[in-house]
């Protein structure tokens, strides 16, 4: 039996809103004890002193892109697991959006196989809702959910077809498994770049309207009720997105959402003069939209924090606005990013932290995102006011498009363990 | 007409003076740039070239050796016309290049066309791209001078210059006067950069259009915002109208030509809107019939070619502001 025990962090477990002083008992890679107050008597195996830490579960980033398999020069599945557990993410939802695109049970399997191989985080692979992305054809949601994808999602693109959804929701519920759907109206966001308003029109760049969002936000909740999926709307960035998922929630315990880091800690004016770093899908929108997107999180409206990270090459990024590619990589920085919200007083520590750790399991239906006895021992040591400044250069991702260049941070994390294996620790290799 | 932007009791008519402070930036990449003695200081610049290009011998050769590229990735006969004499007439070697923006090529070519043009050490690179920032982006991968001729829905700031000095010289001031825009104002680099030097210059200005083609924020830069022509162009002391890019914009943005002839095409009974002495503009190349009257366009009240003639002036001004070296100090 291999065991640990951490002694005299702060311990935070959204599962049970506990946050105090505690004991974290870890035997064969699953959690044994979670003891509040000081230390008990030794129980053998390895002992860390966590004084001055904070002790959360790992975090659980719902939406990642990696470049693999078929643009491994954008970002592996192994440079993905670096970044990750650097950023305290002890597991991350797998984008469909490669090449091929995930759409098949072989292919989810080999998702799997590559990154037990080569990960050091776990992995969950997303599958396909239509086959090649391409908006037509439903995919094989059971024998999908069979080889291991966790929910179904088109990832970058967005399904228009009110018909198509509907059976899709419906298939989808049929296996219950959940559907995470990136909503944007084609031909509203037209060729808009940026969000549609002053700023856009002074840069002479093509607006893209919060309706957009809100006219398919809309829509898929109320095929969400017909139907009786679990829908997750991908990241929502529009005030209005809020007060819709918020009347949605009042009658439907089955629809959720999340929000990019991006949206809740940018805005627009963050493009200043055309940096396509800044250029992300849903587009950065206004202040008033970012500050009902963080009062939409702490009135639990929003569930879940992503870090939407997205490698994207120089080569697509060093190009006139318009004609740029669109994400930001965010593995590393999506903690210390959400932690500004702590620091600022808009948002607790807890509420935070359940955001990027217990809502994604209970969503994709994991046993992780937890302290229970029981659950896979997934957890990060933290130090909540660490100071930093993001480098470019410094990050672990094969691609550098950081939409926090420079940006001083505080709150970094010390080390990540996965399955009672510690896989990152801060100026040492993983012991 | 013809009358100073120069403050009194300043000497003019030679070009460069010894005393002209070097003007503060490397670049010209919008109007956005600059403030409101920047530009008046191009403007004075550029009224002392008008009368290089009427003179028999015209050139005034205060950019002999340097080497100036026009970089068109869009085609603008006129423009690049516009920026080659006034470059030649300052005695620079000018080269034209024209590049085909295909969907295979995009990918690379902006960058990739600016190392390989700044390895051949040129001074200036006058620019015109489709796209929004692609001026400003190639502007920090060269090492010479960049001249913006139009990014996009961006900004055209020498055809803002060049409109402003037009307007000075038939109007003899810029302050108090009351300029009507109007047309596509949502696509339009020219309304752009000309409400930016207006609203600098303490001019009050209106745009005009159909709800459709009046891009989201614009009562943030314009004094007015009108969307029934006659009422816009009330008491104006300048109409300056756009290219509408009809082709594009028909069957969505407008229904029809002849119904936006109709309701915002520029004719002599919603001229008479205008005050008397109104003077007519139009960046070019013009739709006749579709946003102007013919006989408008080559009436009395049109100073179209005047604005041509202003273009090669301002732009004589804009290269000479940016390339010349300083006049040496008398010992």
Not at chain 1, 244 to 254: T, Y
Not at chain 2, 81 to 88: C, H, M, N, T
Not at chain 2, 310 to 324: E, F, K, N, S, W
Request: charged letters at 20%; hydrophobic letters at 45%; aromatic letters at 4%.
């Amino acid at each position: 039996m291999s065991a640990l025990t951490v002694i005299n962090a702060r311990i935070i477990d959204p599962a049970s809103n506990f946050d105090g002083l505690g004991t974290l008992r870890v035997e064969d890679g699953m959690i044994a004890a979670l003891t509040p107050g000081a230390a008990p008597a030794g129980a053998g195996g390895e002992v860390i002193d966590a004084r001055g830490l904070v002790l959360a579960p790992g975090l659980i980033d719902m939406r990642v892109f990696t470049g693999e398999p078929g643009r491994e020069y954008r970002e592996t599945l192994q440079s993905a697991g670096e970044a990750a557990a650097a950023g305290g993410v002890t597991s991350f939802v797998a984008m469909p959006d490669t090449l091929p695109v995930i759409d098949d049970g072989a292919l989810v399997d080999f998702v799997l196989r590559r990154a037990r191989a080569t990960c050091k985080v776990n992995v969950l692979p997303a599958a396909a809702i239509t086959k090649g992305l391409a908006g037509e054809e439903i995919t094989e949601f059971g024998l999908l959910k069979e080889s291991g994808a966790v929910c179904l999602s088109d990832g970058r693109r967005s399904i228009q077809s009110s018909g198509l959804l509907r059976s899709a929701f419906t298939y989808a519920a049929n296996f219950d498994l959940p559907v995470v759907h990136h909503v944007v109206d084609a031909s509203l966001a037209g060729d808009g770049v940026m969000n549609e308003g002053l700023f856009a029109t002074v840069l002479g760049l093509k607006g893209i309207p919060a309706e957009a969002e809100t006219i398919p936000l809309a829509r898929d909740l109320q095929l969400a009720a017909l139907t009786g999926v679990r829908y997750h709307a991908a990241q929502i960035s529009a005030a209005r997105s809020v007060d819709i998922m918020a009347a949605e929630k009042r009658r439907n315990d089955r629809v959720t959402c999340g929000v990019s880091i991006n949206n809740l800690s940018l805005n627009e004016n963050d493009v200043g003069s055309y940096r396509t770093f800044f250029k992300l899908s849903p587009p950065l929108r206004s202040e008033d939209d970012r500050r009902a997107l963080v009062d939409g999180l702490k009135a639990g409206v929003i569930d879940v924090i992503h870090s939407d990270h997205d490698p994207q090459d120089t080569e697509v990024k060093r190009q006139p606005f318009a004609e740029a590619s669109d994400g930001a990589v965010g593995l590393e920085t999506l903690l210390a990013a959400a932690l500004r919200l702590v620091h600022s007083d808009d948002a607790d520590l807890l509420t935070v932290l359940r955001a990027m750790t217990l809502r994604p399991a209970e969503i994709l239906g994991l046993p992780s995102g937890r302290l229970a006895a029981g659950a896979p021992a997934d957890f990060v040591l933290l130090d909540l006011d660490y100071p930093w400044q993001v480098k470019e250069a410094e990050l672990r991702s094969r691609s550098r498009n950081t939409s926090f260049e420079g940006a001083r941070l505080a709150g970094k994390v010390m080390a990540t363990f996965v399955g009672g294996r510690k896989v990152y620790g801060l100026g040492g290799e993983p012991a | 007409m013809a009358q100073s932007v120069r403050p009194a009791g300043t000497s003019g008519g030679s070009g460069r003076s010894p005393e002209r402070p070097p003007f503060p930036h490397r670049h010209l990449l919008g109007i956005s740039q600059l403030n409101q003695h920047d530009i008046m200081a191009l403007l004075a610049r550029a009224e002392a070239m008008i009368p290089i290009s009427r003179q028999p011998r015209k050139v005034l050769p205060t950019l002999t050796g340097k080497t100036q590229i026009n970089l068109f990735f869009e085609p603008s006969t006129r423009t690049q016309a516009s920026f080659e004499i006034a470059g030649k007439r300052l005695g620079a070697l000018v080269v034209n290049m024209s590049v085909k923006t295909s969907s295979v090529t995009k990918g690379e070519t902006l960058i990739d066309t600016a190392a390989t043009l700044n390895a051949m050490q040129p001074d200036v690179i006058i620019v015109r791209h489709s796209a929004a920032g692609a001026v400003e982006l190639l502007s920090q991968k060269v090492g010479c001078s960049v001249v913006n001729a139009g990014d996009g829905a961006h900004e055209h700031p020498t055809q803002a210059l060049l409109d402003a000095l037009t307007i000075h010289q038939h109007k003899g001031r810029l302050s108090g006067l009351t300029v009507a825009i109007c047309g596509d104002i949502a696509n339009s680099r020219v309304a752009r950069s000309n409400l930016l030097l207006l609203g600098a210059m303490h001019v009050r200005t209106r745009v005009i259009a159909p709800r459709t083609l009046l891009p989201r924020g614009i009562e943030h830069l314009a004094s007015e915002v009108f969307t029934d022509m006659q009422a816009g162009l009330d008491g104006a002391d300048v109409v300056m109208m756009l290219r509408l890019q009809h082709e594009r914009a028909s069957g969505r943005m407008i229904p029809s030509v002849r119904e936006y002839y109709r309701f915002y095409g520029l004719d002599a009974e919603k001229l008479a809107r205008a005050k008397p002495d109104a003077i007519v503009m139009h960046p070019g190349p013009m739709n006749r019939g579709v946003e102007i009257d013919p006989a408008i366009a080559d009436g009395g009240r049109s100073v179209i070619t005047d604005q041509v003639e202003m273009g090669v002036a301002v732009r004589m001004a804009v290269l000479d502001a940016l390339l010349a070296e300083p006049a040496p100090v008398a010992a």
